[in-house]
Structures are given as structure tokens and as C-alpha cells.
């Protein structure tokens, strides 16, 4: 069993910048596809990022438009979004998830472990 435990939401101004981190407490973390998703009150959730277990396949969704960095630490069992030039749609909860598989995956029906989510919002 994977626990993933996100941080580093909060309140932020339009154009401002956010870097969430997600840490597993799996020792074998770098065998796991990583992912970001969202989901803003009333909506479904959304894809944001995804990334292989090497890193080097990634995955953006298309609101994403360069604004956001995905990457991940395997010694430090952690993966990180970096987000910038906030917008107010931006606003949303923010979930880390899991998968062992190869490659990366914009499908949320992939991945195996979640997090509880960190909430973020962005102010216009």
C-alpha cells in the first residue's frame, strides 16, 4: 500500500506561482508513474501532468500551455508541480497519484494510489 501526502497548497494572486510536492511512503517509489490531477468544485476531475517512472516520458493536459513542471526525486520518494502564471480557473484541489506501470498516463483509471489532495487558489 502506496500513502502519497501532498503539500505545499495555499492561497495565491493571478500570475503568482505554487510548487506542490508529493512524498510516497513506498521505498520502491521509483517503480511507480506518477500523475497530477484536479478537480474544481462542480467539475469532474481533470488530467494536469503525468510522468514516467525514468522521468523522461511526460504528459501535459492541454490547459497547461508551458505554465506548469512536472518532475520527481526517486531519493527523495517525491514528485513535484511546478505552477506558474496562475489563473483563477486554476483554482482546484490537487491529487498525486500512482501507478506501477510503464510509461505515463492521462487517465485517472491507471493509477492505483491517491492522495487526500491539497487545496489551491488562485485570486483575480
Known amino acids: 500500500q502506496v500513502q502519497l501526502v501532498e503539500s505545499g497548497g495555499g492561497l495565491v494572486q493571478a500570475g503568482g506561482s505554487l510548487r506542490l510536492s508529493c512524498a510516497a511512503s513506498?521505498?520502491?517509489?521509483?517503480?511507480?508513474?506518477m500523475g497530477w490531477f484536479r478537480q474544481a468544485p462542480g467539475k469532474e476531475r481533470e488530467f494536469v501532468a503525468a510522468?514516467?517512472?525514468?522521468?523522461?516520458?511526460?504528459y501535459y493536459g492541454d490547459f497547461v500551455k508551458g505554465r506548469f513542471t512536472i518532475s520527481r526525486d526517486n531519493a527523495k520518494n517525491t514528485v513535484y508541480l511546478q505552477m506558474n502564471s496562475l489563473k483563477p480557473e486554476d483554482t482546484a484541489v490537487y491529487y498525486c497519484?500512482?501507478?506501477?506501470?510503464?510509461?505515463?498516463?492521462?487517465?485517472?483509471?491507471?493509477?492505483?494510489?491517491w492522495g487526500q489532495g491539497t487545496q489551491v487558489t488562485v485570486s483575480s
Open positions: 513506498e521505498r520502491t517509489f521509483s517503480v511507480y508513474a
Open positions: 497519484a500512482a501507478g506501477r506501470f510503464d510509461g505515463s498516463s492521462r487517465y485517472a483509471s491507471s493509477y492505483d494510489y
Open positions: 510522468l514516467s517512472r525514468s522521468g523522461i516520458r511526460i
